[in-house]
């Protein structure tokens, strides 16, 4: 059974960077896609940013945190990481990581919390 754990959460003020780190059970190059996830209570799960090997490593952003987050893929830590900078309230969410392929990500973390406010 593969496991994924966030970590890196925390509440922090607007403008602030936080890193989030995504540990794996298992050869996180094991996986074709890797990505990160944010949910508000109430609202779907939704992407933040995937990252997809092949062609030198294809990667997606959501149209809200493009030129702020960056996704990255650790071969010697074997983690995924995701940089957040200049955060705003809106980001507020529970971040979660996912592995899996193209067509559907089989593996989820338990998610970590990230809290923007002033």
Known sequence: QVRLME???????PGESLRLSCAASANIFAFAVMGW?????G????LVARHQLGNGGIIKYADAVKGRFIISRD?????LSLQMNNLEPEDTAVYYCAA???IAMNYWGQGTQVTVSS
């Open 7 to 13: 970590s890196g959460g925390g509440l922090v003020q």
């Open 100 to 102: 899996g392929s193209p």
């Open 43 to 46: 609202n779907e799960r939704e």
């Open 75 to 79: 071969h010697a830590k074997n983690t």
């Open 37 to 41: 996830y944010r949910q508000v209570p």
